[in-house]
C-alpha cells in the first residue's frame, strides 16, 4: 500500500508569511508524528498525535507553531510569521500502535525562507 | 548533554570490511530505533530493539539494557551502504516520539 505522503515537497517561502505544511498517513495508522531536522542539528521532535488523545505539543518551538489532525489521518503543520531559523526538512512519520511501533517517515517537505 | 549519543559521527571503510557504531542513552527507554537516511534525505527504519539482538541481512543491531548501549553492525559491507545512520529512543510506551542521536556518516569506498 502507499506510504506516508507529504506536500509540498518544497516550499519556498519570505519571511513573515505563513506556511502549511501537510502528511498523509498510512491508512489505519493512529500514531502521527511530526520532526524536524534542521541544517547542523539534527532531528528533533515537534508534536504527536494518537488517536483522539489530547497531542502531545512539547517538541513545538513556539507559538508561531501549531498543528491539528483532522478526522485521525491527515495532519497539517503550519508555521506563522515564519522566520529564516524555521528553515528546515520537516519530516512526518505514521506508526500503527502495537508490537513493533515502527514509524513509517514521509519523504519531508524542505522549507526555505527567504 | 544529548540523551541519545552516537559514535563515530564519520566513518569511512573499504569495501568488505565489518562496521560498528555505537549509540549510548542517559534515560531510561521503552525502545531503541535504528533509522537510515540516504542522501537525497529519505528516512527508513532498520530496526526497533528492546532486548537482545537483531539481523535483518547483512544487519545486525544489539541492545544492551544495563550499560543503556546500543550497537549496529553492518558485515560484509558494500557502497550502497553509504548513509547516515541515526539511533534514536523511545522513553514510553503510549508515547513513541523519537529522541534522535546525531547520526553517523558511513561511507563505503570501494
Known amino acids: 500500500g502507499a506510504g506516508v505522503s507529504q506536500s509540498p515537497s518544497n516550499k519556498v517561502t519570505e519571511k513573515g508569511k505563513d506556511v502549511e505544511l501537510r502528511c498523509d498517513p498510512i491508512s489505519g495508522h493512529t500514531a502521527l508524528y511530526w520532526y524536524r531536522q534542521s541544517l547542523g542539528q539534527g532531528l528533533e521532535f515537534l508534536i504527536y498525535?494518537?488517536?483522539?488523545?489530547?497531542?502531545?505539543k512539547s517538541g513545538l518551538p513556539s507559538d508561531r507553531f501549531s498543528a491539528e489532525r483532522t478526522g485521525g489521518s491527515v495532519s497539517t503543520l503550519t508555521i506563522q510569521r515564519t522566520q529564516q531559523e524555521d528553515s528546515a526538512v520537516y519530516l512526518c512519520a505514521s506508526s500503527a500502535l502495537g508490537e513493533t511501533y515502527e514509524q513509517y517517515f514521509g519523504p519531508g517537505t524542505r522549507l526555505t525562507v527567504t | 548533554k544529548n540523551e541519545v549519543e552516537q559514535s563515530p559521527q564519520n566513518l569511512t571503510a573499504q569495501e568488505g570490511e565489518f562496521i560498528t557504531i555505537n549509540c549510548s542513552y542517559s534515560v531510561g527507554i521503552s525502545a531503541l530505533h535504528w533509522l537510515q537516511q540516504h542522501p537525497g534525505g529519505g528516512i527508513v527504519s532498520l530496526f526497533m530493539?528492546?532486548?537482545g539482538k537483531k539481523k535483518h541481512g547483512r544487519l545486525i543491531a544489539t541492545i544492551n539494557i544495563q550499560e543503556k548501549h546500543s550497537s549496529l553492525h553492518i558485515t560484509a559491507s558494500h557502497p550502497r551502504d553509504s548513509a547516515v545512520y541515526i539511533c534514536a529512543a523511545t522513553a514510553n510506551f503510549g508515547n513513541e516520539k523519537l529522541t534522535f542521536g546525531t547520526g553517523t556518516r558511513l561511507t563505503i569506498i570501494p
Open positions: 498525535f494518537q488517536g483522539n488523545s489530547a497531542p502531545d
Open positions: 530493539l528492546s532486548s
